[in-house]
């Protein structure tokens, strides 16, 4: 039977996994069991995606990322070179914690730099953007901008990834796309 993706040579996917039409899977990548991947992502080289592990639709892995066991990636995440999640607060090599893996979920649109690391049990919100070598120990804000260790908020992004700078009035326009957003009560919302 001919498959709907395209999986190089040495990509390693085990059984049981369901993968998305046009999903393209590169090289020395390992997809492990009950995996759900959707329509076009993008796999990158050398990623460990972790047994029941759901990325959604367009969702862009680029290399050397380990998305572990408890991850849910909406539609169109971005997930930087080299950028970690974890799964277990406590590890230790002697004790075994299968049993209490922690969920992440990265709403869609959300991008997450090179370097980053996501502490697990913490959500990343819609759009929003966190910064090359961020440590994110806590819950980001939808369409917010963190950078540094620990991850703090410096801004707001659009959904097409510019920084908005906004008026009197806390109004901000996309510069590329021309949407109005607007900032109440430190929540941003488009209108």
Same mark, same amino acid.
């Not at 990509?11 to 393209?24: F, L, P, S, Y």
């Not at 075994?96 to 730099?113: L, N, P, S």
């Given at each position: 039977?001919?498959?709907?993706? &395209?999986? %190089? ?16 899977? +590169?090289?020395?990548? %390992? ?7 959707? !329509? ?6 050398? =990623? ?8 959604? #639709? ?13 991850? *849910?990636?909406?539609?169109?995440? &971005? @997930? ?7 799964? *277990?607060?406590?590890? /230790?090599?002697?004790?075994? #914690?299968?049993?209490?893996? $922690?969920?992440?979920?990265? $709403? ?20 929003? &953007? =966190? ?14 901008? =963190?950078?540094?260790?620990?991850? #703090?908020?410096?801004? +707001?992004?659009? !959904?097409?990834? %510019? /920084?908005? $700078? ?21 929540? @941003?919302?488009?209108?």
């Amino acid at each position: 039977m001919d498959k709907d993706y &395209f999986a %190089h040579e040495t990509a390693v996917i085990d059984e049981g996994c369901q993968i998305g039409k046009g999903t393209k899977i +590169w090289h020395f990548s %390992h997809i492990m069991h009950n995996c759900i991947i959707g !329509e076009k992502c993008n796999i990158g080289q050398n =990623v460990v995606i972790s047994p029941e592990v759901v990325l959604g #639709r367009n969702v862009k892995v680029q290399n050397n990322v380990s998305i572990y066991t408890g991850v *849910i990636c909406e539609d169109d995440v &971005f @997930l930087g070179p080299s950028m970690v999640f974890t799964n *277990i607060s406590n590890p /230790r090599s002697a004790v075994i #914690r299968r049993d209490k893996y $922690e969920k992440t979920v990265v $709403e869609k649109g959300a991008t997450i730099g090179a370097n980053a690391t996501v502490i697990c049990g913490n959500d990343i919100g819609r759009f929003a &953007f =966190v910064g090359a070598g961020a440590v994110v120990t806590k819950d980001v804000k939808p369409y917010s901008l =963190v950078v540094g260790n620990p991850a #703090r908020q410096i801004g +707001w992004m659009s !959904e097409y990834g %510019h /920084r908005l $700078e906004f008026n009197d009035n806390q109004i901000a326009i996309c510069p590329e796309s021309k949407e109005k957003y607007k900032l109440k009560n430190d929540v @941003l919302s488009k209108i």
